[in-house]
């Protein structure tokens, strides 16, 4: 969760429970608007994908193993 999430998400868990429910329903609208734009994003994701798979494929791109992912996302000082 990046920090503006995250702060907003504690601002938001102040509300009452009704203003957090409205708040979560304004949330959802906005999404239902994006669907109309949902195959430009289907669209942007399979350009991005075959874009990484490129990289991946050319070892130009550095992974790491599941291990260290899960060490550095349980990391206290992320």
Do not use: F
């Not at 504690?10 to 195959?39: F, K, N, T, V, W």
């Not at 599941?66 to 992320?78: N, Q, V, Y």
């Amino acid at each position: 969760m990046n920090r503006v999430v995250k702060e907003l998400y504690e601002q938001a868990s102040g509300l009452q429970p009704e203003e957090r429910a409205e708040l979560a329903g304004l949330l959802l609208e906005g999404l239902d608007d994006a669907e109309a734009s949902r195959a430009d994003i289907e669209a942007a994701w399979s350009t991005e994908i075959e874009r990484r798979m490129t990289e991946y494929n050319a070892g130009r791109m550095k992974t790491v193993s599941w291990e260290e992912l899960r060490a550095h996302l349980h990391r206290s000082d992320r």
